[in-house]
């Protein structure tokens, strides 16, 4: 049975993609279900490069144990178009690592209102990046547009949901249940887009 680890130690990272991969069949481990350490510097400039970093180190270790296996991992964030895309590729260490994100967001607000941007456009993007056992590898992107609410709302999810409004829905993405979101979410987009390059790889 084909074999995917995912460069993660994240307990819900790894039920969402056990669900989206569920019908291929394969076996779904992380890499610390494997007993693999990886931490490498994610010094890539886009959220394909460091998905493409973080992916080949957990593959090589996996290697050279002689695991056979598909090894995926994933790098998102948070753009904000008036910020210049930021906090981008930094939205994990954006005012650093150990800041609570009540207070990331509260900062992402007031330069969003201080831009004056009426729009205040923002979207949410996922790199997920697969090294196969023949030596190839794949990258995809999944992105889900919303803007950035005036008021933080919502006690789901993590990180910046209760800032990213969806105004088709008038809610934040901190106010959905998990499985709403991962409907729609750049993550599950950009696993599902991985999906179908496994389903043309290996069974067509
Ligand atoms: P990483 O991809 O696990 O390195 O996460 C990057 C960072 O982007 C997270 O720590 C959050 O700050 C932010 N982020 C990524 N996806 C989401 C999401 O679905 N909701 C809220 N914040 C997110």
Redesign the pocket.
């Known amino acids: 049975m084909m074999k995917i680890i995912f460069a ?1 130690g ?1 307990k819900d ?1 790894m039920a969402e993609i056990r669900e989206i991969m569920e019908d291929l069949g394969y076996e779904c481990s992380s890499m610390k279900e494997e007993g693999i350490e990886s931490d490498p510097e ?1 010094n890539g400039t886009s ?1 394909e490069e ?1 998905a493409v970093i973080k992916a080949q180190a957990v593959y090589d270790i996996a290697k050279a144990r002689g695991i056979e296996a598909i090894v995926m991992a ?5 753009e904000i178009d008036c910020l210049n895309g930021e ?1 981008g590729i930094y ?2 260490r ?1 005012l650093g690592r150990d800041v609570p ?1 009540s207070v ?1 967001n509260a900062d992402l607000i007031k330069r969003t209102d201080e831009s004056g941007d009426p729009d205040r456009t923002a979207r ?1 993007v ?1 790199a997920v990046a697969a090294f196969f056992p023949d030596g190839t590898h794949e990258v995809v992107r999944g992105t889900v547009e919303g803007v950035v609410a005036h008021t933080p709302s919502g006690n789901r ?5 209760p800032i ?1 409004f969806l105004p088709d829905r008038g809610c934040t ?1 901190a106010d959905l249940t998990n499985e709403e ?1 991962n409907a729609i ?3 599950g987009n950009a696993l599902r887009m991985m999906k179908e390059i496994l389903v043309k790889k290996y069974h067509s």
């Open positions: 993660t994240n990272k994610e959220f460091n994933d790098d998102s964030g948070l906090p939205s994990a954006y994100y990331k949410f996922c999810g993590f990180g910046y949901d990213f993405t979101k979410s750049h993550r």
